[in-house]
C-alpha cells in the first residue's frame, strides 16, 4: 500500500494494490473499479463497473458482450422473445 505504482508496473495498467494483493480492479467483484468497491451478489465486475448482465445492453449475458441497436437484453440474452 506504500506505493501505489508497484502493481502497476509488475502487471501493468489497470492493477492496483488492495490489501497489500495486486488486485486487477477492471474485473475483480470485490474490488471492482478501486479497492474496497463491492459489487451486489447479482452483479459481476466489467471493465471497473459493477453491471447486472441479466439486463445490461453494454454487457448482455456477459462482460463486453453488447445487443444490436435498439435491442434489449432480457434474462441475458439480446432481443429475447
Same mark, same amino acid.
Do not use: M, T, W
Given at each position: ?14 492493477? @492496483? /494494490? =488492495?490489501?497489500?494483493? $495486486?488486485i486487477?480492479?477492471?474485473? !475483480? #467483484?470485490?474490488? %471492482? *473499479?478501486? +479497492?474496497?468497491?463491492? &459489487?451486489?451478489?447479482?452483479? @459481476? /465486475? =466489467?471493465?471497473?463497473? $459493477?453491471?447486472?448482465?441479466?439486463? !445490461? #445492453?453494454?454487457? %448482455? *449475458?456477459? +462482460?463486453?458482450?453488447? &445487443?444490436?441497436g435498439?435491442?434489449? /437484453?432480457?434474462?441475458?440474452? $439480446?432481443?429475447?422473445?
Amino acid at each position: 500500500d506504500d506505493d501505489p505504482g508497484l502493481c502497476r508496473s509488475l502487471y501493468g495498467e489497470g492493477f @492496483e /494494490c =488492495c490489501n497489500n494483493k $495486486c488486485i486487477e480492479v477492471a474485473a !475483480d #467483484k470485490q474490488n %471492482c *473499479g478501486g +479497492c474496497k468497491n463491492k &459489487c451486489a451478489f447479482k452483479d @459481476e /465486475c =466489467c471493465g471497473g463497473e $459493477c453491471v447486472y448482465l441479466s439486463l !445490461d #445492453k453494454r454487457h %448482455c *449475458g456477459k +462482460c463486453d458482450s453488447p &445487443c444490436a441497436g435498439g435491442e434489449l /437484453c432480457v434474462y441475458g440474452l $439480446c432481443n429475447y422473445a
